[in-house]
């Protein structure tokens, strides 16, 4: 698959993964733990079934970013991840401070388009693939490869907070997995506390797929629409009154010459090219958008974008730190 299709394909079928540098996890190891070789092994109940996870899994494949990032902080880094469509063969921004040289790239992991040969290429002895597209059509053949945990309410409808409680059980890390909530969840506190006014505020948020049109994130279940919800945030009632894409849950594609249905108190756009930013920003509906005219708009990256579409435990502390200096602006003026 070429870079471009590549891209397309992650537009249209995947939450964008990513972001931030916050070593929350190898330094966060309680006196209660026990050692890996001491570990019983556990089982893990989910929507597709009930997963026996081996003692100590040493050879661990995940398939999405939040899982990859939990197991990451709780001091297991996996064999293989989702690939970085941002930065090919690259590190993500939010691994800094934890080694993850020897990490393979699993192609197709964000647009559900994984072929099983690579997997079992692998010799994996755990799979995490609550954030796969198509875990549903796959779980039962990998399942075959190796013990594979699921979702818990849908694909990209865990929150952060679920994955990596899963991904502590699975390795026996459940209270070091708990204090790594916590502090998180104590930051994103921190955040709403700092920011009042954005009680009832309303926001849209977008990735360009194409010079002409965006897909709009419509999914009143969405891990990011959870996020923004505890900040005070709601979706604009606009977005409700979209129609769905078949071919992507829980996203509405729109022409740009309707970018009226996207204004809000804050606009959050994301951009997998640069030339796709310069298209969209340079349509004269677009650039009409109170949001865009008053400053609440934040044009993001693919990474930027990533970190804040899909939370993870790594990625959620510094999306925070990108968000706030636009959402100061957001609130009414004292």
């Not at 075959?144 to 990209?156: F, M, S």
């Not at 930051?187 to 009042?196: E, L």
């Not at 360009?208 to 923004?228: C, E, I």
Request: net charge negative; hydrophobic share 40%.
């Amino acid at each position: 698959m070429t870079p471009t299709r590549s891209i397309t394909a992650f537009v249209r079928r995947a939450p964008l993964l990513l972001l931030v540098p916050l070593t929350l996890g190898l330094s966060a190891c309680g006196d209660d733990e026990t050692s890996a070789d001491d570990r019983a092994a556990a089982t893990v109940e989910h929507a597709l079934g009930t997963t026996e996870v081996p003692a100590a899994p040493k050879r661990i494949v995940s398939l999405g970013g939040a899982a990859t990032d939990a197991a990451i902080a709780l001091g297991v880094t996996p064999i293989a991840g989702p690939e970085n469509l941002a930065a090919p063969g690259q590190a993500r921004p939010w691994h800094e401070g934890h080694d993850v040289s020897q990490m393979k790239e699993i192609a197709g992991a964000v647009t559900g388009q994984v072929k099983l040969d690579q997997i079992l290429a692998l010799k994996p002895d755990l799979i995490f693939a609550g954030e796969f597209a198509n875990a549903k059509e796959l779980y039962p053949q990998l399942a075959k490869i190796a013990p594979t945990i699921a979702y818990q309410e849908g694909p990209y409808e865990d929150s952060w907070q679920t994955t990596t409680t899963v991904v502590g059980q699975a390795l026996g890390r459940e209270s070091q997995a708990k204090d790594l909530i916590a502090k998180t969840e104590a930051q994103v506190a921190r955040v709403a506390a700092d920011h009042p006014g954005l009680d009832g505020r309303t926001w849209t948020f977008f990735v360009a797929q194409s010079p002409s049109r965006v897909g709009v994130l419509v999914n009143p279940k969405d891990s990011l629409t959870t996020l923004l919800g505890e900040l005070g945030l709601k979706p604009v009632p606009a977005q409700q009154r979209l129609k769905i894409d078949a071919s992507t849950p829980g996203v509405a594609g729109l022409s740009i010459e309707q970018a009226r249905r996207l204004d809000a108190d804050v606009v959050f756009g994301t951009y997998p090219a640069p030339p796709l930013r310069k298209a969209i920003e340079g349509n004269g509906v677009f650039g009409q958008l109170d949001a865009v005219r008053d400053g609440r708009y934040l044009a993001l990256d693919l990474s930027q974008g990533g970190g804040l579409r899909a939370p993870t435990v790594l990625a959620l502390p510094w999306s925070l730190e990108l968000l706030e200096p636009t959402l100061k602006k957001v609130e009414p003026a004292a």
